[in-house]
């Protein structure tokens, strides 16, 4: 009972207060984290921006030193440390079914899919599209507007869509 209490306040309350680098940003960024703490796994100095989508939490991990900026959507993932997220970057958690031909789509229910991860020290740049299962490896760069279909390369930069490799980080 105490965790949707908790994430309808960070819904309802605390997602729409201001972000952390307005004048009395840090507190209302201690008030998300807080609010979300007694929902899913947070890590230690993190910075959630304002209107962030968790669902309800269950299957949310986050790292340490983590920033999330305004408009995320977070599904069935885990967050390494040190992963910026830009704005409205999508990280989908489940897919529909949609093999049959006996039955509309939309009734056929959603598919079973594999956690998504992104390991440490990534940045993903802004309306970036995670699909679900993939993994972003360790020091990874993925540049605005990409839509990451396949696991990455560690330490690997990479652009356009479907996401493809464009150079190694040195």
């Known amino acids: 009972m105490m965790k949707k209490i908790k994430l309808a306040l960070y ?15 840090s507190l209302y960024n201690r008030l998300r984290l807080l609010s979300l703490k007694g929902v899913m796994h947070i890590g230690c100095n993190n910075r959630i921006q304002r209107s962030v989508y968790v669902g309800n939490g269950n299957s949310i991990v986050i790292g340490n030193n983590c920033q999330i900026n305004e408009l995320v959507r977070l599904d069935n993932v885990e967050l390494g440390n040190n ?36 390991e440490d020290d990534v940045w993903l740049g802004l309306r970036v599209v995670v699909m679900p299962g993939v ?3 360790k020091g990874c ?4 507007g990409c839509i990451v279909t396949k696991d990455t390369v560690e330490a690997g930069v990479y652009g356009g869509v479907p996401a493809k490799l464009i150079k190694m980080r040195t």
């Open 141 to 144: 760069i993925i540049a605005a």
């Open 135 to 137: 993994r972003i490896r």
């Open 11 to 25: 819904y309802l309350l605390f997602s729409k207060l201001p972000n952390s680098f307005w004048p009395g940003g």
């Open 83 to 118: 992963v910026m997220i830009a704005r409205e970057t999508i990280i989908l958690g489940k897919m529909h079914e949609s093999n049959g031909l006996d039955k509309p789509m939309s009734e056929q229910g959603v598919k079973e899919v594999n956690k998504t991860y992104i």
